[in-house]
């Protein structure tokens, strides 16, 4: 079975700066997929972030980018210019590719932005 | 922007009591899924549901959980007889088959169960 690990149940980072957010798999399948939920204050979680386990480049969106390592099984969050509203719970998610649709989450890690 | 909602958002029963939590997901999605987070746990998957029957279901999903799809709009989550280790947010969430890539799950805002 995957399992997801999330070893930072707390961040924090000043304003403006760039934070990482870490997050290692485990999994016997080749293809995959990979996922970063944040979840706002008493707000749902909604997609950051995905990427395909085929595609040996990073995906980017605006200021979030991954640090995808495939052999070693490693997907980190980096989030640049930290702003007030990045201020959430992040739960990274494996997907596998074949068969079963369900989400595995990690434990979450509640980042703090300071102004 | 469409979003899944759910009611209520606050539940509280006794032990052995039935209870029903209610999603409308994203109407034009057709994958339905259902997951629990205990307090201080990880996110658990519980079941997926997919033209009007169960695709996959956990562990977890025992003969006391059920689910349903009884209109076009909605989708519940029932327990029959509630445990005290049915305390947990239950999470909706909905999604559309893309014609390529992986589709995205979106998620509700939760429904905190209590049993007292």
């Known amino acids: 079975a995957q399992t997801v690990t999330q070893s930072q149940p707390e961040m924090s980072v000043q304003e403006a700066e760039t934070v990482t957010l870490s997050c290692t798999y485990d999994t016997s399948e080749s293809d995959y997929y990979l996922f970063w939920y944040k979840q706002p204050p008493s707000r749902q979680m909604i997609l950051v972030i995905r990427q395909e386990a085929y595609k040996q480049q990073n995906a980017t969106e605006n200021r979030f980018s991954v640090n995808f390592q495939k052999a070693a099984k490693s997907f980190s969050l980096k989030i640049s210019d930290s702003q007030l509203g990045d201020a959430a719970m992040y739960f990274c998610a494996y997907r596998s590719s074949q068969g079963a649709q369900k989400l595995v989450f990690g434990q979450g890690t509640r980042l703090t932005i300071n102004p | 922007e469409p979003e899944v909602t759910q009611t209520p958002s606050h539940q509280v029963t006794q032990m052995g009591q039935e209870v029903i939590l209610r999603c409308v997901p994203i109407?034009?999605?057709?994958?339905f899924y259902w997951y629990r987070q205990i307090l201080g746990q990880k996110v658990e998957f519980l079941v997926s549901?997919?033209?009007?029957?169960?695709?996959?279901k956990s562990e977890i999903f025992d003969d006391q959980f059920s689910v349903e799809r009884p209109d076009g709009s909605n989708f519940t989550l029932k327990i029959r007889s509630t445990k005290l280790e049915d305390s947990a947010m239950y999470f909706c969430?909905?999604?559309?088959?893309?014609?390529?890539?992986?589709?995205?799950?979106?998620f509700g805002p939760g429904t905190r169960l209590l049993v007292l």
């Open positions: 549901f997919y033209n009007n029957e169960i695709s996959e």
């Open positions: 969430a909905s999604s559309v088959q893309p014609t390529s890539g992986v589709e995205t799950q979106y």
């Open positions: 109407s034009n999605h057709l994958y």
